[in-house]
């Protein structure tokens, strides 16, 4: 059974960094790529980065800079570090990939995902 999970949310003041991770299990997530989205109460789910097989990454223009997706195989697991955090990333954070994700084509939209983690919510406040 594939099951992706979210972990490292919390609340961090501005300016500050969280680590989320996304952890597979029932399949091999270094064969597959793996996305990354948020959602804040009232708006629609947004694309915000995508990882390939091979390790090419993609950032949405409103985290380039800031968010650096990274995996680590051998532990099956996704991560997004989010540096230089602002009130606006506030958010339910998810990751997502699917039987036919094998590259990051059109990663920001949801449609084009059909496993999900739970979401792991990231506040950033003072």
């Known amino acids: 059974q594939v099951q992706l999970v979210e972990s490292g949310g919390g609340l961090v003041q501005p300016g500050g960094s969280l680590r989320l991770s996304c952890a597979a299990s029932?399949?091999?997530?270094?064969?597959?790529?793996i996305g990354w989205f948020r959602q804040a109460p009232g708006k629609e789910r947004e694309g915000l980065s995508c990882?390939?097989?091979?390790?090419?990454?993609f950032y949405a223009d409103s985290v380039k800079g800031r968010f650096t997706i990274s995996r680590d195989n051998a532990k099956n697991t996704v991560y997004l570090q989010m540096n230089s955090l602002k009130p606006e990333d506030t958010a339910a954070y998810y990751c997502?990939?699917?039987?036919?994700?094998?590259?990051?084509?059109?990663?920001?939209?949801?449609?084009?995902?059909?496993?999900w983690g739970q979401g792991t919510q990231v506040t950033v406040s003072s």
């Open positions: 029932g399949f091999t997530l270094a064969n597959y790529a």
């Open positions: 997502a990939t699917g039987p036919n994700r094998w590259t990051c084509s059109g990663y920001k939209q949801p449609s084009g995902y059909d496993d």
């Open positions: 990882i390939t097989s091979g390790g090419r990454t």
